[in-house]
T-cell receptor, first 114, second 116 residues
């Protein structure tokens, strides 16, 4: 158990809908990262939050947004869903200490858009 | 340009044998960290081993070792005495910069199958 909790584990929804994925980082970790893993794109970095503030953006679509709350949990909002958004969405957290800082991953949320 | 390249989409190894999974990277930053993660069929990402760009010795963690060749920009993962439970996807990743603030960039992964 990595200590990072993601809910829900599975989500099936229709095209055009909006969903929210939730992540609770490890206790004490201020940094939260969101990744998308799809068959054709591999593991793509989406966005990073640090202590409530957006720190870095990767390949995140405009239809997607995220936030990190004062209690450090984070949510990833996906809207106007398309079939191609079907993927495994990971949240990871880390302590920003030094270069040797592995990211601990949650179990992922498997999103299926039908 | 790809920052992390894993050229082996799939590998087979016999149980109890050693296997090397290749990883090359591209960065102009003198400070960086290299990570290997394992993803079993259940989907979770499990951290295996880390190598820093300034580390003089190759990293080792149990049956895992990292063959770090800085001049060649390669960071190959060596798994000794393979076990059936080692069958999984393996990802090489890099963080650039001298702090832990940046996100990891991942390679495309190598699927390892251990045969009895």
């Amino acid at each position: 158990d990595s200590g990072v909790t993601q809910t829900p584990k599975h989500l099936i929804t229709a095209t055009g809908q909006r969903v929210t994925l939730r992540c609770s980082p490890r206790s004490g970790d201020l940094s939260v990262y969101w990744y998308q893993q799809s068959l054709d794109q591999g593991l793509q970095f989406l966005i990073q939050y640090y202590n409530g503030e957006e720190r870095a953006k990767g390949n995140i679509l405009e239809r997607f947004s995220a936030q990190q709350f004062p209690d450090l949990h984070s949510e990833l909002n996906l809207s106007s869903l398309e079939l191609g958004d079907s993927a495994l969405y990971f949240c990871a957290s880390s302590v920003v200490r030094d270069l040797h800082t592995e990211a601990f991953f949650g179990q992922g949320t498997r999103l299926t858009v039908v | 340009a790809q920052k992390i390249t894993q050229t082996q989409p799939g590998m087979f190894v016999q149980e109890k044998e050693a296997v090397t999974l290749d990883c090359t990277y591209d960065t102009s930053d003198p400070s960086y960290g290299l990570f290997w993660y394992k993803q079993p069929s259940s989907g979770e990402m499990i951290f295996l081993i880390y190598q820093g760009s300034y580390d003089q010795q190759n990293a080792t963690e149990g049956r895992y070792s990292l063959n770090f060749q800085k001049a060649r920009k390669s960071a190959n993962l060596v798994i000794s005495a393979s076990q059936l439970g080692d069958s999984a996807m393996y990802f090489c990743a890099m963080r650039e910069g001298d702090t832990g603030r940046r996100a990891l960039t991942f390679g495309s992964g190598t699927r390892l199958q251990v045969q009895p």
